[in-house]
């Protein structure tokens, strides 16, 4: 888990609360910054201090999570996730909605971290010295969006599910309708952009209802009509 504090002097209480309370947290560190002046005058707005924690559910506490939520049913390792999810969406709700920006978490996974800036993507890793860190895959996004201006990194892309990472280019047609069916189910957009709901509505349907990854894909990008008439038949009935 990894949460950005724009304000590092709340993060005493959101450990307490949220970390420290539901965790059993192995390491802790600060991500490393840059202490070069030149990096941090090109940015518009300094990043957040980011805090990085690996940890596990603490037994006890995802067991009446599991009894409160009656998720008995439910293997273990999925009701961790469900158990981590909620605990970042609690997080969000008081220190990002609530107290006004305080604090989010900027990702959740078992191999992943998200890193965002306010300012161009080169200047993620210049701030955050990765040029020596190492992956199996990278993301990039550089965000130029259509309306308004990207202000606060919470704003920023990549938008995060639970081990998932999302950018994404382009207005959501639909982004009241799937903003209402994802309130029927609980889950609520927190950060003011339509990336975010695409982004929750692909951890719903992938992680929560396991639908295989091609119904997912077609349920978020339906096959137009033209392409549709294209395909054969098998995939026709699945579309």
Same mark, same amino acid.
């Given at each position: 888990?990894?949460?950005?504090?724009? $304000?590092?002097?709340?993060?005493?209480?959101? &450990?307490?609360?949220?970390?420290?309370?539901?965790?059993?947290?192995? =390491? !802790?560190?600060?991500?490393?910054?840059?202490?070069?002046? !030149?990096?941090? %005058?090109?940015?518009?707005?300094?990043?957040?201090?980011?805090?990085?924690?690996?940890?596990? /559910?603490?037994? *006890?506490?995802?067991?009446?999570?599991?009894?409160?939520?009656?998720?008995?049913?439910?293997? /273990?390792?999925?009701?961790?996730?469900? @158990?981590?999810?909620?605990?970042? @969406?609690?997080?969000?709700?008081?220190?990002?909605?609530?107290?006004?920006?305080?604090? @989010?978490?900027?990702?959740?996974? !078992?191999?992943?971290?998200?890193?965002?800036?306010?300012?161009?993507?080169?200047?993620?890793?210049?701030?955050?010295?990765? &040029?020596?860190?190492?992956?199996?895959?990278?993301?990039?996004?550089?965000?130029?969006? =259509?309306?308004?201006?990207?202000?606060?990194?919470?704003?920023?892309?990549?938008?995060?599910?639970?081990? &998932?990472? #999302?950018?994404?280019?382009? $207005?959501? /047609?639909?982004?009241?309708?799937? %903003?209402?069916?994802? *309130?029927?189910?609980?889950?609520?957009?927190?950060?003011?952009?339509? =990336?975010?709901?695409?982004?929750?509505?692909?951890?719903?349907?992938?992680?929560?209802?396991?639908?295989? #990854?091609?119904?997912?894909?077609?349920?978020?990008?339906?096959?137009?009509? !033209?392409? @549709?008439? %294209?395909?054969?038949?098998?995939?026709?009935?699945?579309?």
């Amino acid at each position: 888990v990894q949460v950005a504090y724009l $304000d590092p002097s709340c993060r005493e209480e959101l &450990e307490s609360a949220f970390i420290d309370k539901r965790y059993d947290v192995h =390491t !802790r560190y600060q991500v490393e910054e840059s202490d070069d002046p !030149r990096v941090l %005058s090109d940015l518009p707005v300094r990043p957040p201090q980011i805090w990085r924690y690996f940890c596990r /559910a603490k037994p *006890a506490v995802l067991a009446g999570f599991v009894e409160e939520r009656g998720l008995q049913g439910l293997e /273990a390792r999925r009701a961790e996730d469900e @158990f981590v999810n909620q605990t970042s @969406f609690a997080v969000n709700h008081l220190f990002y909605v609530e107290r006004g920006m305080k604090a @989010f978490v900027m990702s959740q996974g !078992r191999d992943m971290i998200i890193m965002k800036v306010v300012g161009y993507a080169e200047d993620v890793i210049r701030f955050y010295r990765l &040029e020596e860190m190492t992956a199996h895959v990278w993301i990039g996004h550089q965000r130029y969006p =259509t309306k308004g201006k990207v202000w606060h990194p919470g704003g920023a892309h990549p938008f995060m599910g639970l081990d &998932e990472g #999302l950018v994404h280019n382009g $207005d959501f /047609a639909n982004y009241h309708s799937v %903003s209402e069916y994802l *309130a029927q189910k609980n889950v609520t957009p927190l950060f003011l952009t339509d =990336t975010e709901v695409s982004v929750l509505l692909f951890d719903l349907l992938n992680r929560t209802y396991r639908y295989p #990854l091609e119904y997912v894909i077609e349920a978020l990008a339906p096959t137009t009509e !033209r392409d @549709f008439h %294209s395909l054969p038949e098998d995939k026709k009935d699945i579309y």
